[in-house]
């Protein structure tokens, strides 16, 4: 008898596909006879080499394209993301079976519609990854995201960096500005851990120019902005005792590596979006307007940001490398 092809359709943002990946690995442990593939953006498909539980990753680079990489080859779509394109394109690939969220006008597209209850919104975005699984069955309780580094992206890290105390440090934000502590203070903190550790500076390509202006203030500071591939940042972030960072993906690739975090939230919520392990800090001012959840500060003064003192980070800092 044939065995059962389930195809996942991953989260589009970085941060989402490391939550996503404790669904991944209980959907494994529910059906350990099928055949399970990742449906995800060509630039994610690297994280799917740190992760255990899939049998085929199948990168795309447009909508198209991924109709294309799915049709006819599937029973079972599991849609993490709660877009209407993504039920779309399970729907136009023909999958005879269709699980996601209901709502965003696509029940219409979906086979297996599962509510979004107000409680579930307001739980960490795990579990609510995680609760799709409940059409396949009762799932196991989730665990929380791992990533285990590849070799040949380990080898890269160790001819990059160097022996000794390292410190990563994440000062952009891929998402949108709003979400951005203040590059002077990063920098005044990257100073003070230099007095104490190697920093190493991390991010995305577009955050290249900020990673490089920040390196520069920070004594014998290591630039990786830019420069590397998921895996290769998994590597780095894993050899260092510490990540400092504002509301990104990384901050989660960090706490799937059981980095300890110090996370600087402003307008995003820090019930549904921390890290999900524990150790970590979150720091963060309560204000009437956050979290906002915008891209951009509607107010135009980045309040929440701007209140976040250099001291109160470098304090959580300190204590976790005094640990």
Request: glycine residues 8%.
């Given at each position: ?86 039920a779309l394109l399970a729907f136009t690939a023909r999958i005879p079976r269709r699980i996601g969220y209901a ?221």
């Amino acid at each position: 008898m044939r065995a059962v092809r389930i195809v996942v359709k991953a989260p589009n943002w970085l941060g989402d596909a490391v939550m996503g990946l404790p669904a991944l690995r209980s959907l494994r442990a529910m059906r350990p006879g099928a055949r399970i593939a990742v449906l995800t953006k060509r630039g994610l498909a690297d994280l799917y080499r740190c992760v255990t539980g899939a049998d085929e990753v199948l990168p795309y680079d447009t909508w198209l394209g991924a109709v294309r990489a799915v049709r006819g080859r599937f029973d079972v779509a599991l849609l993490l993301p709660r877009s209407f394109s993504s039920a779309l394109l399970a729907f136009t690939a023909r999958i005879p079976r269709r699980i996601g969220y209901a709502g965003e006008g696509r029940s219409a597209l979906l086979t297996d519609r599962v509510p979004r209850d107000p409680d579930l919104l307001r739980r960490h975005r795990v579990y609510y990854y995680h609760r799709l699984l409940s059409r396949l069955g009762t799932p196991p309780d989730p665990e929380p995201p791992r990533l285990e580094v590849p070799e040949d992206a380990r080898s890269w890290a160790d001819e990059r960096l160097p022996r000794g105390p390292l410190v990563a440090v994440n000062p952009g934000a891929t998402y949108g500005a709003a979400k951005q502590w203040l590059p002077e203070r990063f920098a005044e903190v990257g100073r003070r851990i230099a007095a104490r550790a190697r920093v190493v500076i991390v991010g995305g390509p577009a955050e290249a120019a900020l990673g490089a202006r920040i390196a520069a203030e920070i004594p014998g500071a290591i630039d990786l902005s830019g420069r590397t591939s998921v895996s290769q940042l998994a590597a780095a972030l894993a050899r260092c005792r510490l990540f400092v960072t504002n509301d990104t993906g990384p901050m989660h690739v960090a706490d799937a590596l059981g980095v300890p975090v110090v996370a600087i939230f402003g307008p995003t919520d820090p019930v549904t979006t921390p890290p999900f392990g524990r150790g970590h800090a979150i720091i963060r001012k309560e204000l009437e307007c956050s979290p906002c959840l915008k891209r951009t500060c509607p107010l135009g003064h980045h309040r929440c940001m701007k209140s976040i003192a250099t001291d109160e980070v470098w304090e959580a800092c300190r204590e976790r490398l005094d640990r």
